[in-house]
């Protein structure tokens, strides 16, 4: 149980357009939602926290115009970057934790490699 | 400021060797504690949890973890690696105790093992 997806696995766009990124709880009711950025042979940043039915709270720094999350379902949330540029070329990975999980643990999704050209 | 340490950037041992892998952070507060691993080409998977009680805690393949509160640490170890234990493991607090918040990750540690 408690299983995540994300769709896409990988995207490649051009710069300045935008992608969208999906993140669903399986088999269990999301409450909660993280998106995070992963860089290579770094650790895990928490971009923002999503709570069904609220808007995001996002970490300092992160530009909310910018990355939009949208968790409007208890099983659906969504990050979308707008107007990407190369550097926004990274690796997203969103978790979810609620009910019909384990209480109080935060389950990962295998992550959205992006590639802005 | 709450911070998660990982001191071992990346380890390499031989099958059948011992394995600790160092995770500190800094707070004196409650917390509860997370171990996971994220194997080749695959997500970050769930090893182990503490968040009270015995501070010897038992995860999935034959992992377990130590809390020492007085030394802000959670190490991770297992007596008897394995080839498939190669992996990225990172160490997660969650400050405050604080239900469905939020994660600080440690930057992570590389295991190889060699056959």
């Known amino acids: 149980g408690a299983v995540v997806s994300q769709h896409p696995s990988r995207v490649i766009c051009k710069s300045g357009t935008s992608v969208k990124i999906e993140c669903r709880s399986l088999?269990?009711?999301?409450?909660?939602m993280f998106w995070y950025r992963q860089f290579p042979k770094k650790s895990l940043m928490l971009m923002a926290t999503?709570?069904?039915?609220?808007?995001?709270?996002?970490e300092q720094g992160v530009e909310k115009d910018k990355f939009l999350i949208n968790h409007a379902s208890l099983t659906l949330s969504t990050l979308t970057v707008t107007s990407a540029h190369p550097e926004d070329s990274s690796f997203y990975i969103c978790s979810a934790s609620g009910q019909g999980a384990e209480q109080e643990t935060q389950y990962f999704g295998p992550g959205t490699r992006l590639l802005v050209l | 400021a709450q911070s998660v340490s990982q001191h071992n950037h990346h380890v390499i041992l031989s099958e059948a060797a011992s394995l600790e892998l160092g995770c500190n952070y800094s707070?004196?507060?409650?917390?509860?504690l997370f171990w996971y691993v994220q194997y080749p080409g695959q997500h970050l998977q769930l090893l182990l949890k503490?968040?009270?009680?015995?501070?010897l805690v038992k995860g999935i393949k034959g992992f377990e973890a130590e809390f020492i509160k007085s030394k802000f640490s959670f190490n991770l170890r297992k007596p008897s690696v394995q080839w498939s234990d190669t992996a990225e493991y990172f160490c997660a607090v969650n400050f405050g105790g604080s239900t469905l918040g939020r994660l600080y990750f440690g930057r992570g540690t590389q295991l190889t093992v060699w056959p």
């Open positions: 503490y968040f009270s009680g015995d501070p």
């Open positions: 999503s709570n069904e039915g609220s808007k995001a709270t996002y």
């Open positions: 088999d269990f009711q999301a409450t909660t």
């Open positions: 707070y004196g507060g409650t917390v509860n």
